[in-house]
């Protein structure tokens, strides 16, 4: 679910995507649920056409008009403002280009953002992600959802959810096959041990543990870690409380982000930004204002001085 609904702006479900990844099948499918139908008119603005066509017989059905834009510099706040006068749409779907760069996107002051949900054809995701990975990362990194299909055959998707957790560690994930949705993996295809009494995380393994985290508590809730990491501080943080993370390559060199958890700690007062720590401290989850709801919170058991890990996080 989206945040509640502004009555006084048009809300907007966004569907992005690369061509082929399913779009159009999914926004049909989901125009033609229950739980989906509303009283007043809906706008679809579809910003490419593939191979899957909207049935006149759905549209007609759901009181849907659709509107086709091929440039990017048809999707102005002015454009758009006319198609609401238009249309006086109840709400608005938009099917959005993926070759278009997320970030251009650009809604009139009388709409406002309620959805955005992200296709991916997992059978193309490598190379996608390999040859157009700032596009795929505008379009992941603010997105709620994100539903991979075609995973029939794909071995790997747990590294793959790594990756696009690594671009937004808040959107849900969904893996789908022929025959629907498909399960994780286990505890025991982690390289590292969660049996053992100390989880002790080698350099290369910090990304797979901080995505798996924070999506599992479940797995680490009372376990005990060891890891290096870096230090950062804040005058805005509690007393005895420091960012023990290790900087990450989300998309590109232009584009690092410190990834790291909370942690309170006796020491944390003798320590400073940027130094190279070694932590042991077990896992918690509470309510942390920078998770916006409830996230780990390591109690350290100790933190000593370390040497520096030059390579940046990976997630694979």
């Not at 957790?165 to 590292?192: H, R, V, W």
């Not at 958890?261 to 400073?272: D, F």
Request: aromatic share 10%; glycine share 6%; with cysteine.
């Amino acid at each position: 679910m989206g945040p509640a609904i502004d009555d006084n702006k048009t809300p907007v479900f966004l569907i992005n995507g690369f061509l082929e990844a399913g779009k159009t099948e999914f926004l049909s499918f989901t125009m033609d649920q229950d739980y989906f139908q509303t009283e007043g008119r809906t706008l679809l603005i579809v910003c490419e056409e593939g191979e899957t066509e909207y049935d006149p017989g759905l549209l007609s059905s759901t009181n849907t008009s659709v509107v086709y834009l091929s440039d990017l510099k048809e999707m102005t706040p002015e454009n758009l403002s006319a198609l609401d006068r238009l249309h006086r749409p109840e709400r608005v779907l938009i099917e959005w280009n993926g070759m278009w760069n997320q970030d251009e996107l650009r809604l009139p002051r009388e709409w406002t953002l309620y959805q955005m949900i992200t296709i991916v054809d997992m059978s193309t995701f490598e190379v996608y992600v390999k040859n157009m990975k700032s596009l795929f990362n505008a379009m992941v990194k603010n997105t709620e959802l994100v539903i991979c299909n075609r995973c029939d055959g794909i071995e790997d998707l747990e590294r793959y959810k790594r990756m696009l957790k690594s671009m937004n560690t808040e959107c849900d994930i969904i893996f789908e096959d022929a025959n629907g949705e498909i399960d994780q993996i286990s505890e025991e295809d982690l390289p590292y041990d969660l049996k053992a009494d100390v989880v002790t995380l080698k350099p290369e393994d910090y990304g797979i543990w901080y995505i798996d985290c924070m999506d599992k508590p479940d797995r680490y809730r009372g376990k005990v870690v060891e890891f290096t990491a870096m230090v950062l501080k804040s005058p805005k943080f509690p007393k005895n409380y420091f960012v023990p993370g290790r900087m990450a390559m989300t998309c590109c060199a232009e584009d690092m982000t410190f990834l790291g958890y909370v942690c309170k700690s006796r020491e944390a007062k003798n320590l400073e930004s940027k130094q190279w720590v070694k932590v042991r401290a077990k896992i918690a989850y509470e309510e942390w204002p920078d998770y916006n709801g409830v996230g780990p919170v390591l109690y350290a058991d100790s933190v000593t001085p370390a040497s520096a890990i030059r390579d940046v996080v990976t997630f694979g």
